[in-house]
């Protein structure tokens, strides 16, 4: 799923465990409750996606690896600058 273009998509609760997202397109995804364990999210483009409640995955990961999270909101709840 590397590339992919997954804007604005409903992903809630969906299985990434795994999963190949690098450079992908996850801007105003709906990736809430999402298990995130393993995932690659290198340079994937995360701008105002909404990972509440996401497993697998933590704030500090997700400001390694993605490619932007400008106004993402994180696993935790907290909104990213």
């Given at each position: 799923?590397?590339?992919?273009?997954?804007?604005?998509?409903?992903?809630?609760?969906?299985?990434?465990?795994?999963?190949?997202?690098?450079?992908?397109?996850?801007?105003?995804?709906?990736i809430s409750g999402a298990n995130l364990s393993g995932a690659n999210l290198k340079d994937t483009i995360l701008d105002k996606a909404n990972l509440r409640h996401a497993e697998g995955i933590i704030k500090e990961e997700l400001?390694?690896?993605?490619?932007?999270l400008e106004g993402t909101i994180m696993?935790?709840?907290?909104?990213?600058?």
């Open positions: 799923m590397s590339d992919a273009d997954l804007h604005r998509a409903t992903l809630s609760d969906a299985n990434f465990s795994g999963a190949n997202l690098s450079s992908a397109d996850l801007s105003s995804a709906e400001e390694e690896q993605a490619g932007s696993p935790d709840g907290s909104k990213h600058p």
